[in-house]
């Protein structure tokens, strides 16, 4: 903070002490923008989250409530980069594989009791202990930390985590093998701190307000399941002084429908906004309706087992119907929310990855199509043998309009029958890891903020790989990738592969499209690609 | 007419333990688990979650466990979902709100639709009969989840009067749109049936009676039309009560109270199979209880049957 802004921030606060309340009005300390009497910021959640318990939660909606409640080592800025959490920084060793993070001494729980190194020590052990059986303990081995997966399994006792507090405000972790972006995991939630003996003296029953003890700028002071759940600033806070927003309510809305219309009657300041939809609201609210780019892509997975059917064996047939795909009218016009076409399986907005310029890219879709239609006839389909085809996707409007679409643009432009199938979730996921289908939709958000969240789905031994695509060059290109200075030009590599081969046909990237109180806009991180806020660093201006 | 009701309680038992080992069974026979999700578990990790809530048993000792859990102890277990909670938290918090805007609505119901279907039977082929039996097909035609975002618009987004939903402990303006949204098409039911029903009640020959000795219209109605006009209402009402109660989905859903109708069809989407198992019993013992209740009062109105 500058002399000036320190200034008017006393100033202000002088203003206020004096009794000239009435009139004062608080600027915000960084920006000086006037700010709004009320701080209370109420949002649309789609379900229920699954759990305010950092070992245990596995949705989106629960870990932004557990950012607000908790802190771990590290956090993210507005522009996704690191910043300091209860760690103050951290130092690498020469080998990448030991992180040695300072922890800053002024750190509390809400109870007052300081926050340790002992405290992340007992939270990750936790995580990974077949006791809680947390089914995000798979974060954990995604790590890296030593013996992690002999922890998980239950053959090696807790003790052999590789994490050690050498005192109360250094914690070491020890890698099983160098991992660059290590410290960007541990902004996720599954790593936050817990208050052990609140753990120990309630048991399952320790997230609920009242018992619940946290460290971050919020406490839990309400939760109605399925209806609210309401946090409050915690005073404890290290950081407290800059906290702007007073309270922060998340409200269960299942349909997306009422709760626009919700927001238009002013009980909202964030929701989503129905595919299809923006351009209207952004034609009547134009400083309400926003959309920004997210870290998440959808695509078609063509199955290549044993004993698919054959006509997708073939490396030609699957690229004719990726190429028959006029993504442009799907984001233009199906969805019409600010989504991008997608030639790559990773989005753009990840950082510092180049898109390549794979050759689909740049052709135009005329090209495209007489392409498709070339290859298909090779591969001797034709109008008097047309190939037929299913396509599944878990049931939604939006999954049906796209493969509405997209059966369209192959039936007109290949002679190609695709029947379209809904499913259930359960029934999709299980119909889709067990290989029961053809061609399926999949959807992926990276887990942290670089290119191998993608494209590691594509090796042949993961376990998302639903396609079952088999390739020894992605394979060693991405194992190279995992150590290299600079793995650009093995995701490159990786992305021409999947655009020749087609193992799967990428459709779009995905965007966050919500509609949002005015004077919260200029304060929400835009530019976070993977949409990690922090309620601390919001605020209303004044109108 | 005791000895009818230990029976009836008697039968209803074995009711519960088969429909407890059908739910079970059907549960899993559905494609999934509650801990599938899109990225697959690894199988160390899914051992350690079924080892927790006891999945890795074979599925006879999963059930004998859950039967004696819930016969002895009252207890429902965990829930899978929402791990900090157990299905009777769940019960406790859902059902309180689905029963109050239930029994609102079935009031409504009731009250409404008695007196459209008495007027419209009294005023036979009248401008009153016709208006009644208007709105009552109109209300039925509207189904509950048109009739949701209808009220929407109008209360919340035009009229700005009530709030668009959420429960805030049973607050009265949260309640009302629930209430008329879940209430109409019942309303419209049994204003059809006590239309029909007084119709054949008026024609009969206690009521030419009644008339005959010069009672005033009002009291022969009163007094003795509308009892015996009630009896079709009244098996109507058993299971329409027990649907009001235990919540409908749509109404839930379309206002976010917080029901237990929620819970069910989440928990349903999420196989998190002890919350689906303790409000299937849940409603199974309501279903049976209000049938019973139904009986009863059957017998203490209808002078002609006895048990």
Redesign the interface.
Request: glycine letters at 8%; a negative charge.
């Given at each position: 903070m500058s002399i000036k802004m320190t200034l008017k921030a006393s100033t202000a606060a002088l203003l206020v002490l004096t009794g000239g309340m009435a009139y004062a009005q608080a600027t915000h300390p960084v920006t000086g923008e006037a700010l709004a009497d009320v701080q209370e910021f109420t949002y649309r959640v789609l379900?229920?989250h699954?759990?305010?318990?950092p070992g245990?939660v596995?949705d989106v909606s629960g870990s932004e409530i557990i950012r607000d409640l908790f802190e771990g080592l590290m956090n993210q800025d507005a522009d996704g980069n690191l910043v300091p959490g209860v760690a103050t920084g951290y130092t690498v060793s020469d080998d990448k594989m030991t992180y040695t993070f300072s922890l800053r001494d002024d750190a509390k729980w809400s109870n007052g009791d300081p926050v340790t190194a002992n405290d992340f020590v007992y939270a990750w052990r936790r995580a990974a202990s077949?006791?809680l059986?947390?089914?995000y303990?798979?974060y954990m081995?995604l790590m890296s930390i030593e013996n992690v997966?002999a922890v998980?399994?239950?053959e090696a006792p807790l003790e052999d985590l590789g994490v050690e507090a050498t005192d109360d405000h250094t914690l070491v972790v020890h890698l099983s093998q160098p991992l660059p972006y290590f410290a960007q995991m541990v902004t996720h939630s599954t790593t936050f701190p817990v208050h052990q003996a609140t753990v120990e003296a309630h048991g399952?029953?320790?997230?609920?307000p009242g018992n619940i003890v946290s460290n971050g700028a919020y406490v839990l002071t309400e939760h109605?399941?399925?209806?609210?759940s309401v946090r409050e600033r915690n005073p404890m806070y290290w950081d407290n002084d800059n906290t702007i927003i007073e309270k922060v309510t998340a409200?269960?809305?299942?349909?997306e429908?009422?709760a626009l219309?919700?927001f238009?009657?002013g009980?909202l300041d964030r929701t989503e906004v129905p595919a299809g939809q923006f351009p209207r609201l952004q034609e009547e609210h134009p400083n309400e309706a926003i959309s920004f780019p997210s870290l998440c892509s959808y695509y078609y997975m063509f199955n290549l087992r044993d004993g698919a059917p054959e006509a997708l064996q073939d490396p030609r047939v699957r690229k004719a119907l990726s190429l028959a795909i006029n993504r442009d009218v799907i984001v233009d016009n199906v969805l019409a929310g600010g989504q991008t076409a997608a030639y790559t399986f990773t989005p753009g907005a990840t950082a510092s990855f180049t898109v390549p310029d794979v050759p689909t890219a740049s052709m135009t879709q005329d090209e495209r199509n007489a392409m498709a239609q070339e290859l298909m006839a090779e591969a001797g389909y034709g109008p008097d043998n047309p190939l037929s085809t299913s396509i599944v996707y878990n049931t939604s409007d939006a999954h049906r309009s796209i493969a509405v679409a997209v059966s369209q643009m192959w039936k007109q432009t290949l002679g190609v029958e695709a029947e379209l199938a809904n499913m259930?979730?359960?029934?999709f996921?299980?119909?889709r890891?067990n290989g029961d289908f053809q061609i399926a939709r999949g959807?992926w958000c990276g887990d942290y903020n670089e290119a191998s969240t993608f494209l590691d789905l594509m090796q042949s031994e993961s376990?998302?790989n639903d396609s079952k695509f088999v390739s020894a060059e992605v394979d060693s290109l991405l194992a190279e990738a995992k150590t290299s200075d600079d793995p650009n030009p093995l995701y490159t590599r990786v992305e021409e592969i999947i655009d020749a081969e087609a193992p799967i046909a990428p459709i779009y990237h995905y965007a966050n499209v919500y509609m949002m109180d005015e004077n919260l806009v200029g304060s929400w991180p835009v530019q976070n690609v993977q949409q990690n806020w922090y309620s601390k660093d919001l605020y209303f201006t004044a109108n | 007419m005791y000895s009818y009701i230990v029976r009836r309680l008697a039968v209803a038992i074995p009711t519960i333990l088969i429909l407890i080992v059908l739910s079970f069974f059907l549960m899993y026979l559905a494609p999934g688990g509650p801990f599938n999700s899109e990225r697959p578990i690894p199988p160390e990790v899914m051992a350690n979650i079924e080892a927790k809530y006891g999945l890795d048993q074979p599925m006879w000792k999963q059930m004998l466990d859950y039967v004696t859990g819930v016969v002895f102890r009252f207890d429902f277990g965990p829930s899978f979902q929402y791990t900090d909670r157990t299905v009777n938290e769940v019960i406790a918090q859902g059902f309180p709100v689905t029963l109050t805007y239930g029994l609102w609505s079935a009031l409504f119901a009731v009250v409404v639709g008695v007196a459209l279907g008495v007027a419209a039977a009294i005023k036979h082929n009248t401008a009153v009969d016709y208006t009644a039996v208007g709105i009552s097909i109109g209300a039925q035609a509207l189904p509950n989840f048109v009739m949701a975002p209808i009220l929407l618009l109008i209360f919340t987004l035009g009229l700005g009067w009530l709030p668009g939903g959420g429960w805030n402990g049973g607050q009265w303006n949260y309640v009302i749109m629930p209430v008329i949204a879940l209430s109409t098409s019942y309303m419209a039911s049994i204003a059809r049936i006590t239309r029909s029903s007084m119709l054949e009640v008026l024609n009969s020959n206690f009521i030419r009676t009644a008339k005959a000795k010069g009672l005033p219209m009002r009291r022969v109605i009163l007094r003795h039309a509308l009892k015996p006009t009630l009896l079709p209402v009244i098996s109507y009402l058993g299971p329409a009560v027990v649907g009001m109660i235990t919540g409908s989905v749509v109404v839930d859903i379309a206002f976010s109270t917080g029901g237990i109708g929620q819970f069910f069809v989440n928990s349903a989407f999420n196989r998190d199979y002890s919350v689906i198992m303790g409000i299937t019993i849940l409603v199974g013992v309501l279903t049976i209880t209000f049938n019973l209740l139904v009986d009863i009062l059957y017998a203490w109105i209808d002078p002609k049957i006895r048990y």
């Open positions: 379900d229920e699954s759990s305010t318990d245990l596995e077949p006791e059986a947390s089914p303990s798979w081995s997966d998980i399994g239950g399952t029953e320790w997230t609920k109605v399941p399925q209806e609210r409200l269960v809305i299942n349909d429908n009422n219309t919700r238009l009657a009980e259930e979730w359960q029934t996921l299980e119909a890891s959807g376990g998302y | -």
